[in-house]
């Protein structure tokens, strides 16, 4: 599975941006898309997560409201729409695909369920 991340970019406070994610190869293998970010001198930590079948999202709070996943299955991409940016979303974004055969006893937000990582797309937001 390979994953290409873009959309990335510099704002000002309170504007907007979408990142896309596109997925290729064998996708069947994976059941849910996440983002996730990682701002400097900081652990990388999860954003947002989407699963292909039926759509069901997940946020991280401070995030919830102003934030938006989606996907459009037949372009096997996902796109994470930012509004209302703060300086504190600055970060590289990752997209990363889940496994399928990960039980959904494991939270959407852990890392260590996701397999497969797209390169990371900058977003700078500036006060």
């Known amino acids: 599975v390979q994953l290409q991340a873009s959309g990335g970019g510099s704002v000002q406070a309170g504007e907007t941006l979408r990142l896309s994610c596109a997925a290729s190869?064998?996708?069947?293998?994976?059941?849910?898309m996440g983002w996730f970010r990682q701002a400097p001198g900081k652990e990388r930590e999860f954003v947002a997560a989407i699963k292909w079948s039926g759509g069901m999202t997940y946020y991280t709070d401070s995030v919830k409201g102003r934030f938006a996943i989606s996907r459009d299955n037949a372009k096997n991409t996902v796109y994470l729409q930012m509004n209302s940016l703060k300086p504190e979303d600055t970060a590289v974004y990752y997209c990363?695909?889940?496994?399928?055969?990960?039980?959904?006893?494991?939270?959407?937000?852990?890392?260590?369920?996701?397999?497969?990582w797209g390169q990371g797309t900058q977003v700078t937001v500036s006060s």
């Open positions: 190869g064998q996708i069947f293998l994976t059941s849910a």
């Open positions: 990363a695909a889940r496994r399928s055969a990960t039980s959904d006893s494991f939270n959407y937000s852990n890392m260590k369920t996701y397999a497969y």
